[in-house]
T-cell receptor, first 116, second 110 residues
Framework: KAGVTQTPRYLIKTRGQQVTLSCSPI?????VSWYQQTPGQGLQFLFE???????NKGNFPGRFSGRQFSNSRSEMNVSTLELGDSALYLC???????????????FGEGSRLTVL | KQEVTQIPAALSVPEGENLVLNCSFT??????LQWFRQDPGKGLTSLLL?????REQTSGRLNASLDKSSGRSTLYIAASQPGDSATYLC?????????FGKGTRLSVIA
């Protein structure tokens, strides 16, 4: 069974550009969530999607957005990149986040974004 | 607001030692608690999931316990090996999305 797949794995952008990251969840998982990981702040929640609907959003500016498609694949977009957006962006999927026994999160390898 | 704390931040032990990693959380209204392992530059690997109704879970040399009333969880690693060297993170889910601790960086010295 394939795990969570994130693309691209590495990318370099310059300030002011925009970036789109992709996440394919484990087959059958309908929930996808995104996290930003930096050395200083640790893992911070960005947003969660379930059946194409955004259910929760973290405390990030509007430059960060996302969406989920009917096949549960998800994308996140960051516009007008800033130096501080350099981070490892992690995607996770789960079967059913509303049940304690099926809410286990499975993470992808992440997309490492460097903003110059 | 849920806050998760992990102590110690870093730990170095000789191979073969049994060790305990600690995780504490401020809001006991949780659905479950999950322990993860992260190798440098990699994603997170799920180790154990403890549902709110459970007291502990075991997988191989790993045993995790949960005490909701005191807001604590421990991850016990038996007979540590150099391959166990990694950062271990705990995360709790509840009325808010998953909240992570900052992790414990473990080094097992051969």
């Amino acid at each position: 069974k394939a795990g969570v797949t994130q693309t691209p794995r590495y990318l370099i952008k310059t300030r002011g550009q925009q970036v789109t990251l992709s996440c394919s969840p484990i087959s059958g998982h309908r929930s996808v969530s995104w996290y930003q990981q930096t050395p200083g702040q640790g893992l911070q929640f960005l947003f969660e999607y379930f059946s194409e609907t955004q259910r929760n959003k973290g405390n990030f500016p509007g430059r960060f957005s996302g969406r989920q498609f009917s096949n549960s694949r998800s994308e996140m977009n960051v516009s007008t990149l800033e130096l501080g957006d350099s981070a490892l962006y992690l995607c996770a999927s789960s079967l059913d986040p509303d049940r304690s026994d099926t809410g286990e999160l499975f993470f992808g390898e992440g997309s490492r974004l460097t903003v110059l | 607001k849920q806050e998760v704390t992990q102590i110690p931040a870093a730990l170095s032990v000789p191979e073969g030692e049994n060790l305990v990693l600690n995780c504490s959380f401020t809001d006991s209204a949780i659905y479950n608690l999950q322990w993860f392992r992260q190798d440098p530059g990699k994603g997170l690997t799920s180790l154990l999931l403890i549902q709110s109704s459970q007291r502990e879970q075991t997988s191989g040399r790993l045993n995790a316990s949960l005490d909701k009333s005191s807001g604590r969880s421990t991850l016990y690693i038996a007979a540590s090996q150099p391959g166990d060297s990694a950062t271990y993170l705990c995360a709790v889910s509840g009325n808010t999305p998953l909240v992570f601790g900052k992790g414990t960086r473990l080094s097992v010295i051969a």
